[in-house]
RNA sequence: GGCCCUGUCGUCUAGUGGCCUAGGACGGAGCCCUCUCACGGCUUAAACCCGGGUUCGAAUCCCGGCAGGGUCACCA
């Protein structure tokens, strides 16, 4: 049986990184099994869901590049893929349970059950603003065991059976989890508008979409309980479940998409983070493969487990993100980085600049000196000016009466280069250094500083290729004058 | 508060009873390389929450404390 694998996220807000590592190893299970990934949307808060949303969370999926087999815009076997457009189906399995006992019409109203809170609070003495949940407060509803009907609207509540005991499940990760029965009140499967709640809306969906392994964050641990008993009244098989540790933000509280800007995927995408670099980053961020830190996405594939997902949270480790989107700058084919860099290029100043064999050089000398691509637009945009205002202590520095008189000599030799390649004019640095008795550095500062306006650059060569001839020349002589 | 989960360098982690005088990565410190900036290489500081057991032997197993987290809605 190849694995069904799931993510299900709710369309109130854009992509949280959580939520992305969550679909992350989903898919990569997934992946790895030659099973089926599905993307589900739990659209059931109607207050809180927004179109929006859902094209936030499909953009951002996109842009990672987890790929969804079944699921909005791909269709699939086991629709609907939103819960809004199955109302029908929750309502018949939820008259079902009725008719098996294995739920109730509850027609309490709002101020009944307010009326019982605030008896509780009395017979406990609590004061206004105190937590009734701390204090052990349970609603049971007076309906719980009566059958008649009423002729006004109901909410369904599921029947908790009176066990002694405890139950639980195996965890993929956190192996068996217990808790007693009677930790649970009877919980409500459909609101009395007909939409069905979280718990409900979750296991119908799962069985529906025969879905075998559903890894999400451990705030779902206790969820998983009520499900389990989902899953007996209806006689189904309940799927492997993996509970993922959560991701705290720096200030060691849980990443939040108030607090922490962070929190946004695309966020990372406008900060000139790679995708895979990010892939990389959240996939460490909670598993691992020994000692091994690099990951490109088909050895993630090959290699991810969910036994060795780790049981504690994670900490959010920018210098670590930035370290790895380093490196996969690096290691990247530098077309592949040019495509994605070339909007950040376009935005930085140089409209015009294209994909070409330019821009592809100037990805080749840049990618060992930046850590985004921002970083990198911005570093490359002088390559695409004409002409350059040159930093003042630099110019105090290296062009001095004997830099210009070096820089003179180095335009000399330049002039006389059949063909503008890195490899032609590298040379070059010693040769004007040894007739003037010098060293390189000495011949290199000024040229770089008049080409570049600055002190830091790639090799000379590679500089003055990127800028090409007639604009080394041009600013050579602007920088003479 | 009840219940549940977790606890190795600052951070992410390796570790599944002897290979651990605890390894890697990021970050820190230092050195080397060098036409600048980077890259790279090398060196270095830095951790098993505490207390009891079990065992010839425990970071690894058990118990208790402590700490952090989750959850207890007609949200998901």
Redesign the pocket.
Known sequence: MKPRLRF???P?GYLHIGGARTALFNWLYARRHGGTFVLRI?D??Q??STPESLQAILDGLTWLGIDWDEGPGKGGGHGPYFQMKKLGRYTELAEQLIATGWAYRDY???AE?SDARKAFAAEKGLKDGD?L?????K?TSPWRDKTEQLDR?A?IRFKMPKRDGRFGFDDLV???????YD?F?D??IL???G?????F?CVVDDHDMAISHVARG??????TFPQLMLYEAFGWTPPQFAHI??I?AQD???LSKRKHPEADVMRHKGNGILPNALINFIA???W?H??E?LFTRDELIAKFDF??V??????W?P??L??TN??WI?TTEPLQVAMQLLPFLQAAGAPDAVVDAKLELGVKAFA??SASLVEMAEKLRNYYSHGITIDGAAAAKHLTPEGKVLLGKARDEFAKLTEWTTAAI?PL?KTVAEANAT???AV??PV?VAATGG???????VTLELLGREETFHRIDAALR
């Open positions: 299900a996220p709710s109130t739990e059931t808060d207050e809180r309490s109203t709002e059950l937590d949940r701390s204090a052990g407060f609603f609207p909410l956190l192996n068996r989890i217990e808790k007693p930790d009140d919980f409500v609101r009395s508008d939409v069905p709640l979280y718990n809306g451990q705030e779902h641990i206790n969820s540790p959560l705290f060691n509280s849980k460490r961020l909670g691992s020994g000692n830190e036994e060795h780790g049981k504690s949270q994670g900490v480790n210098s670590k930035v370290a380093k490196h690096k060992e000196r590298d640095m060293k390189p550095g290199a500062q770089r002190t830091e650059s790639p090799g000379i060569g």
